[in-house]
DNA sequence: TGTACATCAGTGAACGCGCGTTCACTGATGTAC
DNA sequence: TGTACATCAGTGAACGCGCGTTCACTGATGTAC
C-alpha cells in the first residue's frame, strides 16, 4: 500500500557512503521493477545496472535471488506496518469515539491516495500472489501472515465500534475487515489498469460509506 | 473471473483430432501456468511438454510469445463476458425489477464463487496489471478496455435502479460500478494467499449489502 | 475415379543471448594489544 | 602510536543452462479438374 520510497530522506549529500544504503537501493529499484514486469522478469542484471554496482556486489548483499524476494517483502510488510499504524494513531487523537476515529482514518487514507498523481505503484501482496509459484513455502507463508495481520487489527477496531453502535446489518466483521484489503487491492488494480490514480481512493472513499450505514444506517432519503 | 476451462465439455473421446484443440488446449495449460508463476515465468517449454508437442508446433500456432499473451487476454476476455451475460439473463428473468434482478445476479456469483472447493485460479486482468511492462501498447489497450466495459455494463443496471430507487448515499455511479471489479479482483487476492476459497463469495455478499443499503437504506435496528 | 497441388498441423535440429551463480581476489575501514 | 588481523563492501572473470526464435522439411487431409 505504500508509496515510493522516500529516497531523499535517507541519501545524504553526494556519494557519501552510508552504512546498508546500497542494499536499500537494491530493494528500491528491484521492488518497482518486481510491480512493473514480475519477480521472474525483474533480471539481477537490470537492478545493477541501475544501482551501479557489480553482479558481486548484489551477492554480497543478497546469497541468492530468492534471499531478494523475501528481503523485498519483510520490507513492504514491515513500512506498511508503519504507515498504517501512523494514520491510526493521528486518527485516534482527533477523536475518542471508535467509529469516528475509523471514518477520520479512512478519509485520512483516501486523501493519501488522492494526493498521487500516477497511479498507485502497486501492492508487493498482489503481486506475490500472482506468482506464488516462484517462491518458497517460507516467502507464501510470510505474505498471508501479512494479510492476515490486517485483518486482525481492522477486526479488532470494527469489534469496539460494534460494541458502541449494533450493526445494521448481519454481517461477519471479519469480512468487513478483509473488505478494505480486497478494496485497496483492487482499487489499485483499477488505477494501473486504467490509468485512472483517482480510482483507489474513490474506492477507500465508498468502504466508508459501507462502514458508516454498517454502523449508522443509511438515511430515509438522499 | 471464470473458472478452470471445461476441458471435458470440449474434448471428445481419445486422441481423436479435433481442429482447433492444439490451439485451445496451449491456451489452457499456458493461462494456468501464467496466474500461478506470471507470463514471463512461464516458459514455452514447459507448455509444450504438458500439451506434447514440440516447440515448432507451439511457434505454428504463435508467432511468437507476444501473440500467446494476446490470445489469452482475448479468449479471457470473451469467456467472461459470456458468463456474465448469461448469469445477468437468468437474474432478469426471475425478476423484472431492476434492482431485484440485480441482487439475485450478485447472489448468483456469490453461489458461483462459493462452489469452488479450491480457491478461484486468479483473474488474467489483474494479472497482466502487475507485469503489464511487459506486454505491448495492444494487450495493455485490450486490458484496459476489458475493466472499462464492465464498469459500463454495471453502471447502467445501477443507472436503471437509481430512477426507481433514489440512492440513500452521495456516490457515484460509476464507482459504485467500479466496485465490483475491485471486490472480485480483491477477494481472489485474500482467497489465494490466505488459502481461503470462500472469501471471494464472501466480498461477493457484502458487495450485495452495499448495493441494497444504497438502493433500500439500512434498516433502524439489527 | 484419379491425379496434382495446396493447406494444415505439425517435426527436428540448431542458434545465440542473457540469466543466476560461483570463485578467487581486493582495498578501505575498524578493532585488539 | 604502531602493527596485525578481521570485517565490510565490494570487483572481475568465467560457468553452464534454458530460453525464445528460426529454418528447412514432412505426412495427412482437402480441393479442383
Redesign the interface.
Known sequence: MNIAAPRSATTPANDVRVPGDTRQRILDVAQMSV???????TSIEEIIAAVGITKSGFFYHFADKGELARALLERYIEREKILFDDLFARADELSEDPLHSFLIALKLFAEMFENLQQSHP?CL???Y??????FDRGVREL??AG??SWRRRFQERLERIARRY???????LA??A??F???????I??S????EPQ?LS??TL?YR??VR??FL??????
Not at 500472489?129 to 516462484?134: A, I, V
Not at 449494533?166 to 461477519?172: F, G, L, N, Q, S
Open positions: 510491480l512493473e514486469k514480475g519477480f521472474s522478469a502497486g501482496t498482489a503481486a500472489c500472482y506468482q506464488d509459484r516462484l505474505n498471508a494479510m492476515m449494533p450493526p445494521r446489518m448481519a454481517v461477519d469480512d468487513v478483509d473488505m484489503s480486497a478494496l485497496a487491492d483492487g482499487g488494480i483499477l494501473k489498469t486504467l490509468e480510482a474513490r474506492q465508498l460509506e459501507f450505514a454498517l444506517g443509511a438515511p430515509a432519503s438522499a
